[in-house]
């Protein structure tokens, strides 16, 4: 079930300097992100490295990894860690009182696999992770730029609802960004981006199911404190599915380019099984591979 991982063919090295004019979406989806995770470390060893990235929940983790340029670092801590409980599990939830360790993914790690925060930090690209305000029930776009803690608003977009702390930044509180923008290309569209590359975890045709939360919600107490949030979850099926809508017919007018995964994608949010991560994440790098010819006559028009 759990088979042994191939570290050696994963990819490795540094993504070269060359920037790339355009703008990188990155969907969530927790562990479904691997897929992106094999998207983004094609793209580097190709040398699409974009001058900007928007991450969303899982996406921005995979994103701050695809803006330091290390190749093959997201999934070589996916795979080596999933069943570390600091990463997942009873040692997440007593120190970060939710199911993902946080403070381990995005810090403890780095005594195993550094992270290079010099050359994330730099300013020649521009990252931002989108979080989801629980007051107001909006989104809210970070720029690594203007924050004055990354690490808490990539925290912020990745905390899922019902198994994550909100993030206390500034004067409020965030979780997912993906309850309220899950696929942000309309932030790129609107900020002057001419090229828009969207990295999807689902294939084209998927929707969600629009039956509504509200019997989940009516009893939490965090729902019924912040009922903004508890709104925005409940519609977030139906903006999703619009924003599935508006991708297709972007895409179809070749003003977005997608890359998405060309088969259905089974495995779950929270998937334990490191073989089907690894495929997974090859996947998605043959997926960004067979694309190649067509994101390099896009990106020339």
């Known amino acids: 079930m759990n088979g042994k991982i191939n570290y050696d063919k994963l990819p490795s090295g540094i993504a070269s300097n060359v920037i790339t004019k355009g703008c990188l979406i990155i969907e969530g989806g927790a562990f479904r992100g691997v897929y992106a995770q094999g998207v983004t470390d094609c793209l580097m060893e190709h040398n699409f490295n974009f001058e ?92 690594k730029a203007m924050a004055a803690d990354y690490q808490s608003t990539i925290q912020a977009s990745a905390s899922m609802p019902f198994v994550s702390k909100p993030v206390a930044i500034e004067d409020s509180f965030y979780l997912d960004g993906g309850i309220t923008d899950s696929i942000p290309y309309q932030w790129a569209i609107n900020h002057g981006y001419e090229k828009v590359i969207v990295v999807r975890t689902r294939e084209d045709t998927y929707r969600k199911n629009t039956k509504k939360m509200s019997n989940v919600l009516n009893h939490s107490e965090l729902f019924k404190e912040y009922p903004a949030l508890g709104k925005a979850l409940n519609d977030r ?37 490191i073989s089907k991560l690894e495929e997974l994440y090859w996947f998605g790098y043959q997926d960004a591979k067979k694309q190649l010819t067509n994101l390099y006559d896009y990106l020339k028009k």
Do not use: W
């Open 237 to 273: 099926p139906t903006m999703y599915n619009r924003q599935c809508d508006t991708l297709d017919r972007l895409v179809k007018g070749e003003s977005v380019f997608r890359i998405s995964p060309s088969e259905p994608v089974t495995v779950g949010r929270l998937e334990s099984n």
């Open 52 to 143: 900007c990235t928007v991450g969303c929940s899982a996406g921005a983790l995979t994103g701050m990894n695809y803006v330091s340029g290390q190749i093959g670092r997201a999934i070589r801590i996916n795979l080596a860690y999933r069943h570390d409980s600091r990463y997942v599990g009873l040692k997440a939830i007593m120190k970060n009182n939710g199911l993902i360790g946080f403070d381990f993914v995005l810090n403890g790690v780095n005594q195993y696999n550094r992270f290079d925060t010099r050359r994330f930090l730099s300013n020649n690209r521009r990252f931002v992770a989108v979080a989801t305000d629980i007051k107001t029930g909006k989104p809210r776009y970070f720029d």
